[in-house]
């Protein structure tokens, strides 16, 4: 099979695919969040990190003001030609998500699959939750969804998804290359296989996370004047079943309020 070295995220295409099947429990979820843990109807949502769109032109079909931003271009242009083609503003932006600041405030942000672990020092983190806590209103709320280190029981080191549409077929599998707690990394191999009825190829890159335990994630936020955890959930999205966060937690959905 023909191999490109490649950023997964220039291929918003590909990667829209394998991520953007999952949708529904994010978006219900997101929107149960909005009804139980804000002083009031929700009308504005900003995703930093917002890739592809796949939730924020969905939820800007429910009526509510949407943005976003991303650092790659070729992410933000198919998220605003995918909000133009559903009659809604071209609302998203290059930026960096650690050094930003929105022209005005919204009532709910949210980050579900785990970009935060991109922004790899503790001045990028500390930057991105200031950035957030300003660019939300007081009495809004930061939906954020972190894959922890669990301290216990033995941590998930390799993921794989599949989906396909039409006749294009992605299988996309992440594995853990390298972990060192001490210096605070996770570097994972991953590949996309691509399947057309006229090529099959592979694209290959290499990423790197920032790692937190629980302790250390809640370290981070009393670090940021105006944030304050509410309630944490995992990744089943199930608003019934908070999670307490011990040494074994590993999934988390952090709902952080605004002052």
């Known amino acids: 099979m023909e191999e490109i070295q490649g950023d997964i995220y220039d291929y918003p295409k590909y990667y829209d695919l394998v991520y953007g099947s999952d949708w529904k429990a994010e978006f219900d979820f997101l929107l149960a969040c909005a009804e139980r843990f804000l ?48 009659g809604l503003p071209e609302t998203a932006v290059v930026a960096d998500m650690a050094d930003f600041r929105l022209s005005g405030r919204v009532d709910l942000g949210f980050n579900m699959i785990n970009s935060f672990r991109h922004l790899n020092t503790d001045a990028l983190a500390v930057g991105h939750l200031q950035c957030m806590a300003r660019a939300i209103r007081s009495g809004g709320i930061y939906v954020l969804g972190i894959h922890l280190v669990p301290l216990t029981g033995d941590a998930c080191e390799s993921e794989a998804w599949s989906a396909t ?48 335990t629980a302790d250390q994630f809640c370290q981070l936020i009393r670090r940021v004047d105006g944030l304050n ?31």
Not at 176 to 182: F, G, I, N, Q
Not at 234 to 239: A, C, H, K, S, V
């Open 39 to 86: 002083d009031r109807p929700v009308e504005s949502v900003f995703e930093p990190a917002c890739g592809t769109g796949r939730l924020l032109y969905r939820l800007g079909k429910t009526g509510l003001q949407v943005a976003g931003n991303d650092l790659n271009p070729k992410a933000v242009a198919f998220c605003n030609h995918r909000l133009a083609r559903f």
């Open 165 to 212: 549409r039409g006749h294009l077929t992605v299988n996309s599998d992440l594995w853990l290359t390298e972990r060192k707690l001490e210096e605070r990394y996770e570097e994972y191999a991953m590949q996309y296989d691509i399947y057309t009825p006229s090529r099959q190829f592979r694209i290959c890159d290499q990423l790197r996370f920032r790692t937190y």
């Open 229 to 259: 955890v509410e309630a944490v959930f995992d990744f089943q999205y199930d608003l019934s079943q908070p999670v307490h966060l011990d040494e074994a937690t590993e999934d988390a959905i952090f709902i952080l309020r605004v002052d």
